[in-house]
């Protein structure tokens, strides 16, 4: 950091010890009673100061060392070479103005301010530009770094935690909601099937083809009443409503066994678990679906993953928007998972959130949680995802400081 210009003055406060302050104080009483008070004062009452003592004037020349190589110090980290300058010769006017006087304790009380001019004398003009490294600069950076780090990494602590509770409220408790209820059918169905003489594999696939084929939950009777087609009433449909099926000329889904993608799916390289019976396999796949919507590629490459490609590209793209529709809409449409804007919701149609601090074991009615993550509207930053307008206090550090009574 380079600095232009000619003085630079440094005021550096310190607190003085007592042994400082004491000695000062003896030195004012020995000299102070041979200082006499008219030199001060124009009045007995020193209401009003002695013009001489107000106001005085004397001359100080400076001299300053400026930096000639200045690019090969910026360009190569060369040392820097200096060449002197001046002298600068400024005229210093002294102010003393009076504050109080006690006449019984014997004390006077003034301010003294000093006023730099430019002498008209002055053999090298004051406006005279040196370039010099700011070495108290730097160093009062190198002072700040770590006081800086620590108030940056206190707000990103904070910012951080908060971002991972609004994620675990927007879709991690939705994931492990939305799995417990896919795992409730899973058993069932699977208890069902293997009574009646069937096997889990089968059970698995009844799940997969339920998703797509059921006549009024399943993908082809919401594709047709959603007119996702948007051929439904037009020539030469004209009163039908055209299920997936039907508009793409024969695709449909055909799942034979799904006990992978339920119970052993992991990602390649990885091998982290996102069997769709676990939450974190239910919000990773519902994600990508959400992320990536159903084409061949997309279709392919989860297929891949949760082992449910079909014997041709149609059956595995009808496959994928089965599962994309019963997975992701089990955890999105049922348990609200990936609904960024929950909190805003004014229809009541939402996942509110009361419903998703449930998923998380936590029993509280709707306005006492949204009190607690949102505040209470104030200019108090309490709520745990409360944020101030310039993004530098979070509720929640505000509220993990205070103690027990204070946070209840």
């Not at 005021?11 to 009483?29: C, K, Y």
Request: glycine share 10%; hydrophobic share 40%.
């Amino acid at each position: 950091m380079l600095i232009s210009g000619f003085i630079l003055v440094l005021l550096n406060v310190a607190a003085l010890s007592p042994l400082s302050t004491g000695a000062v104080e003896d030195a004012v009483e020995d000299n102070f009673e041979t200082y006499p008070k008219d030199s001060a004062c124009e009045d007995k009452d020193c209401t009003e100061a002695e013009e001489d003592w107000a106001s005085s004037n004397a001359q100080r020349s400076f001299y300053g060392w400026s930096v000639t190589n200045l690019d090969d110090v910026m360009g190569s980290g060369a040392a820097p070479t200096y060449e002197k300058v001046g002298p600068v010769t400024y005229d210093i006017t002294t102010t003393k103005t009076i504050n109080a006087y006690d006449k019984n304790a014997g004390t006077l009380t003034y301010n003294s301010v000093k006023s730099f001019a430019c002498a008209a004398d002055s053999e090298v003009s004051c406006d005279t530009n040196i370039t010099q490294l700011n070495i108290a600069f730097q160093t009062q950076v190198i002072g700040a770094t770590g006081l800086a780090i620590n108030g940056i990494m206190d707000t990103t602590k904070a910012a951080f935690t908060a971002g991972m509770l609004a994620k675990d409220l927007e879709s991690l408790g939705a994931g492990s909601a939305a799995s417990l209820a896919m795992s409730g059918v899973y058993a069932s169905t699977v208890a069902s099937t293997v009574a009646g003489g069937g096997t889990e594999a089968m059970a698995s696939a009844g799940i997969g083809n339920s998703f797509f084929h059921n006549t009024t939950t399943g993908f082809n009777a919401y594709f047709a009443a959603m007119n996702l087609s948007q051929m439904n009433n037009v020539t030469p449909y004209d009163g039908l409503s055209l299920n997936y099926t039907t508009a793409t000329g024969g695709g449909s889904a055909a799942f034979t066994n799904l006990t992978y993608a339920f119970n052993d799916a992991v990602m390649p390289g990885s091998l982290e678990d996102v069997s769709l019976l676990s939450d974190v396999g239910t919000m990773v796949f519902s994600g990508h679906c959400q992320s990536y919507p159903t084409t061949l590629e997309n279709a392919t490459i989860r297929a891949s993953i949760w082992n449910y490609a079909g014997a041709d590209n149609a059956t595995t793209i009808a496959n994928d928007w089965a599962m994309c529709y019963g997975i992701g809409g089990n955890f999105g449409t049922t348990f609200g998972g990936g609904d960024a804007d929950w909190m805003l919701d004014t229809t009541g149609t939402a996942v509110n959130a009361a419903t998703r601090l449930g998923y998380m074991g936590i029993t509280m009615d709707n306005t006492a949680a949204m009190g607690m993550l949102f505040g209470d509207g104030d200019d108090v930053i309490t709520g745990l995802l409360e944020v101030n307008d310039a993004g530098t206090e979070y509720g929640v550090a505000n509220f993990l400081a205070m103690d027990t009574a204070t946070a209840m």
